[in-house]
Nanobody, 115 residues
Framework: VQFVESGGGLVQPGGSLRLSCAASGFTFSSYGMRWYRQCAGKERELVAHINSDGGYTNYADSVKGRFTISRDNAKKMVYLQMNSLKPEDTVVYYC?????????WGQGTQVTVSS
């Protein structure tokens, strides 16, 4: 199982970024996917979750209405569209899934929101 995140970078407050996560090594369409984020010295926070067919999503209160999780099962990709970004969204974002009762994480992608 492998995840490769991309799309992070530097953006001004109020701006947008789209994170991507390419999955491989398992039957992607059978598993829910999650985006987490983690600031230095803090625990990882669940940002968004999407079920296996994309019909159900849920979000942390801190991002609700600003972030949208989606997936393309044919391409084995999961996305996080982030709008109205705030300085407090400056953290590393990770792609995650529980596959066969094991946790798998990507390497993370840094998002920095600053003027």
């Amino acid at each position: 199982v492998q995840f490769v995140e991309s799309g992070g970078g530097l953006v001004q407050p109020g701006g947008s970024l789209r994170l991507s996560c390419a999955a491989s090594g398992f039957t992607f369409s059978s598993y829910g996917m999650r985006w987490y984020r983690q600031c230095a010295g803090k625990e990882r926070e669940l940002v968004a979750h999407i079920n296996s067919d994309g019909g159900y999503t849920n979000y942390a209160d801190s991002v609700k209405g600003r972030f949208t999780i989606s997936r393309d099962n044919a391409k084995k990709m999961v996305y996080l569209q982030m709008n109205s970004l705030k300085p407090e969204d400056t953290v590393v974002y990770y792609c995650h899934a529980i596959v066969m009762s094991r946790d798998y994480w990507g390497q993370g992608t840094q998002v920095t929101v600053s003027s």
